[in-house]
C-alpha cells in the first residue's frame, strides 16, 4: 500500500510560479509511474502530467506543456510539479498519484494509488 501526501499549494497571483512536491511511503516508488491530476470546482478529474519510473520520459497535457515540469527523484521517494506562468484557469485541487501500468500513464483509471491533494488558487 503506497500512501502519498502532497505539499505546496498555495494563493498566487497569474503569472507567477509554485512548485508541488508529493511524498511517498510505504512502497518501493521506483517501481511506480508517477502522475499530477488536478479538479476544479465542477468540473472532471484531469491529467496534466506524468513521468515514467526512471524519470526517462515525461507527458503532459496540452493546456501545460511548456509551462509545467514533472520530475521526480527516486532517492527520496518524491515526484516534483513546478509550475510557471500560472492562469486563473490553473486553479484547481492538485493530486499527485502512483500508477503500476506499463505503458501508458495518461488516464485515470491507470493510476493505483492517490493523495489527498493540495490547493492551487491563482488570482488575476
Known amino acids: 500500500q503506497v500512501q502519498l501526501v502532497e505539499s505546496g499549494g498555495s494563493l498566487v497571483q497569474a503569472g507567477g510560479s509554485l512548485r508541488l512536491s508529493c511524498a511517498a511511503s510505504g512502497g518501493t516508488f521506483s517501481r511506480y509511474a508517477m502522475g499530477w491530476f488536478r479538479q476544479a470546482p465542477g468540473k472532471e478529474r484531469e491529467f496534466v502530467a506524468a513521468i515514467s519510473r526512471s524519470g526517462g520520459s515525461t507527458y503532459y497535457a496540452d493546456s501545460v506543456k511548456g509551462r509545467f515540469t514533472i520530475s521526480r527523484d527516486n532517492a527520496k521517494n518524491t515526484v516534483y510539479l513546478q509550475m510557471s506562468s500560472l492562469k486563473p484557469e490553473d486553479t484547481a485541487v492538485y493530486y499527485c498519484?502512483?500508477?503500476?501500468?506499463?505503458?501508458?500513464?495518461?488516464?485515470?483509471?491507470?493510476?493505483?494509488?492517490w493523495g489527498q491533494g493540495t490547493q492551487v488558487t491563482v488570482s488575476s
Open positions: 498519484a502512483a500508477s503500476q501500468a506499463l505503458l501508458s500513464f495518461t488516464t485515470r483509471n491507470q493510476y493505483n494509488y
